[in-house]
T-cell receptor, first 112, second 118 residues
C-alpha cells in the first residue's frame, strides 16, 4: 500500500510569490491534514479536510488556503509569500475513524 | 486549551543504555495519545498510540509507553538504545471520540532530540 505522497519535495520561492503544494493520501483515507513545521514554532496545525470539506482550521492568516478533491487528494496554497513562511509543510492522512495519522515526507519551502 | 509539554529539548545517551522521554499533557477531555519519531529531512512515523485499555502500550522498534492519568503523563521508554534511534521524538494528543472530523488536528509537543553516543 503506497504511503502519503507529497510534491514537490523541495522548492525555492521569492517574497510575494505564491506556492501550491500537493498531497496524495493513502488509498481509502478520506481525511487529510496539513501541518507547518519550523524550528521556532514546532509543528503547527494548518487545516484538515474530510470528504472535500474543511472541518478544522488552525491559527494562520488567510494567505494560507487549501482544498480537497473528490479523490481525496489535497492541495494547499500560500499566497504573497513572506520570509517567515519558510518551513517544512507536512501532510497527513487518516481514515477519519481513528486518531492515527500517516505522514508524508513533507515539502521543504524556502522563501528568499 | 490543550497543550503538550516535553520537558527535555535534548537528551544524550550511550548506545545500549536505557531511555525515557517525558511527555505531559493538559487536556479537558479524554485524550488519545501518540508518540512519533522524525529523522532529519523526513516526515513523522508513528511509534505507538494509546486509545484505551491497558496503560502500558507497545510500539515499533522496541519502544513502549505508559499512560498515567493521575500524572497526565505518557512517557516513552526503551530498555536498550541503538545508534539508529537517534532522531527527534514528538508526543501528541487529540480528543478521544471526537468523530472523524477532528482526528486530524493533533496537538504536538515541542519535541525531544535524541543523540546516541557509540
Amino acid at each position: 500500500k503506497a504511503g502519503v505522497t507529497q510534491t514537490p519535495r523541495y522548492l525555492i520561492k521569492t517574497r510575494g510569490q505564491q506556492v501550491t503544494l500537493s498531497c496524495s493520501p493513502i488509498s481509502g483515507h478520506r481525511s487529510v491534514s496539513w501541518y507547518q513545521q519550523t524550528p521556532g514554532q514546532g509543528l503547527q496545525f494548518l487545516f484538515e479536510y474530510f470528504s472535500e470539506t474543511q472541518r478544522n482550521k488552525g491559527n494562520f492568516p488567510g494567505r494560507f488556503s487549501g482544498r480537497q478533491f473528490s479523490n481525496s487528494r489535497s492541495e494547499m496554497n500560500v499566497s504573497t509569500l513572506e520570509l517567515g513562511d519558510s518551513a517544512l509543510y507536512l501532510c497527513a492522512s487518516n481514515t477519519g475513524r481513528t486518531g492515527e495519522l500517516f505522514f508524508g515526507e513533507g515539502s521543504r519551502l524556502t522563501v528568499l | 486549551a490543550q497543550s503538550v509539554t516535553q520537558p527535555d529539548i535534548h537528551i544524550t545517551v550511550s548506545e545500549g543504555a536505557s531511555l525515557e522521554l517525558r511527555c505531559n499533557y493538559s487536556y479537558g477531555a479524554t485524550p488519545y495519545l501518540f508518540w512519533y519519531v522524525q529523522s532529519p529531512g523526513q516526515g513523522l512515523q508513528l511509534l505507538l498510540k494509546y486509545f484505551s485499555g491497558d496503560t502500558l502500550v507497545q510500539g515499533i522498534k522496541g519502544f513502549e509507553a505508559e499512560f498515567k492519568r493521575s500524572q497526565s503523563s505518557f512517557n516513552l521508554r526503551k530498555p536498550s538504545v541503538h545508534w539508529s534511534d537517534a532522531a527527534e521524538y514528538f508526543c501528541a494528543v487529540v480528543r478521544a471520540n471526537a468523530g472523524g472530523t477532528s482526528y486530524g488536528k493533533l496537538t504536538f509537543g515541542q519535541g525531544t532530540i535524541l543523540t546516541v553516543h557509540p
